[in-house]
């Protein structure tokens, strides 16, 4: 089974920018896309970006134009910028497989300081 294992976030001051790092393991059937969601306490989860194995990308437009996201391989990176109070959350990176299979990781916490 693929595991994910996420690095990165903390504790970042309004204005500042993150960089996260999500690594698959134990791969065996291809990734296709990666993506990375948030949290925030009380809402739902939502997608933050994701990348296709041909390198398409999508960004919600909450993040839109402050946000990147790229793909070595079995990596996902997603640095973002111009942080907010509002982008405190905990972020989980998701994988998919070309069997359709989604794998989450446990998530880390970014918080955005005012």
């Known amino acids: 089974q693929v595991q994910l294992v996420e690095s990165g976030g903390g504790l970042v001051q309004a204005g500042g920018s993150l960089r996260l790092s999500c690594t698959a393991s134990n791969v065996i059937f291809s990734i296709t896309d990666m993506a990375w969601y948030r949290q925030a306490p009380g809402q739902e989860r939502e997608l933050v970006a994701r990348?296709?194995?041909?390198?398409v990308t999508y960004y919600a437009d909450s993040v839109e134009g402050r946000a990147a996201i790229s793909r070595d391989k079995n990596t996902a990176n997603l640095n973002m910028g111009s942080l907010a109070p509002h982008d405190t959350a905990v972020y989980y990176c998701?994988?998919?497989?070309?069997?359709?299979?989604?794998?989450w990781g446990q998530g880390t916490q970014v918080t955005v300081s005012s």
């Open positions: 998701n994988a998919i497989d070309t069997r359709k299979v989604v794998t």
């Open positions: 990348i296709g194995s041909g390198g």
